[in-house]
């Protein structure tokens, strides 16, 4: 279970445009991940913009880091994010079972 310090580190992490156009675009590029030029290319940002606001993405452990060869592949921390979910809905509707009532894509959220 993620406590108070690590979601706030998640949170503070996604609380900046570029970040979450970052993590949005590696999430949805999947386990297959995307390299710091590539996110710099689909985003129209500098590489070097990119690989500083990576590095947060990736204390906060919304992103993981692997090699592939000379290429540094950042890929979407899904348990992280599972986590930060979990955490921030783990008090919702105060413990009693919540359904997600119909609405519309954004504004989607649970109803009590």
Request: glycine share 8%; with cysteine; hydrophobic share 45%.
């Amino acid at each position: 279970m993620m406590d108070e310090k690590l979601a706030v580190r998640a949170l503070a992490a996604l609380a900046q445009d570029l970040r979450l156009r970052i993590y949005r675009a590696v999430v949805g590029a999947g386990p297959v991940g995307m390299t710091p030029g590539s996110i710099a290319s689909d985003l129209g940002v500098p590489p070097s913009t990119v690989s500083l606001q990576v590095k947060e993405l990736l204390h906060a452990g919304l992103l993981t880091p692997e090699r592939d060869g000379r290429h540094r592949v950042g890929r979407p921390g899904i348990e992280t994010l599972n986590d930060l979910l979990a955490y921030l809905s783990a008090h919702c509707c105060q413990a009693v079972t919540c359904e997600a009532a119909p609405v519309a894509p954004a504004a989607a959220g649970p109803t009590c």
